[in-house]
């Protein structure tokens, strides 16, 4: 199995920034898609960004712009660097880990963002 914990989530007022990491351990595969999700109370998880061990990324439309997916190969860690947040951005941000090609992978245990004055 693998294992993954979020951290770097925290309250923020609106235009601010965070950076939040996610760090694998356990079973780790060689080729693997990581990503950052979110879920709002009473709305579906909601895909943010991907990146592959090779580095391609991609986005949602509500985030491309201010939010960056990256990952250190080496540590299995990914990041987002999320930037003029939002009241909107207000959710629990979950990682996520997969092998290449595979279905729904691992997740984490959540952190909480809060954007509010």
């Known amino acids: 199995q693998v294992q993954l914990v979020e951290s770097g989530g925290g309250l923020v007022q609106p235009g601010g920034s965070l950076r939040l990491s996610c760090v694998a351990s356990?079973?780790?595969?060689?080729?693997?898609?990581m990503g950052w999700y979110r879920q709002a109370p009473g709305k579906q998880r909601e895909f943010l960004a991907t990146i592959t061990s090779g580095g391609r990324t991609n986005y949602a439309d509500s985030v491309k712009g201010r939010f960056t997916i990256a990952r250190v190969n080496a540590k299995n860690t990914v990041y987002l660097q999320m930037n003029s947040l939002k009241p909107e951005d207000t959710a629990v941000y979950y990682c996520?880990?997969?092998?290449?090609?595979?279905?729904?992978?691992?997740w984490g245990q959540g952190t909480q963002v809060t954007v509010s004055s």
């Open positions: 356990g079973s780790i595969f060689c080729i693997t898609v």
């Open positions: 996520n880990y997969r092998r290449l090609g595979g279905q729904d992978g691992y």
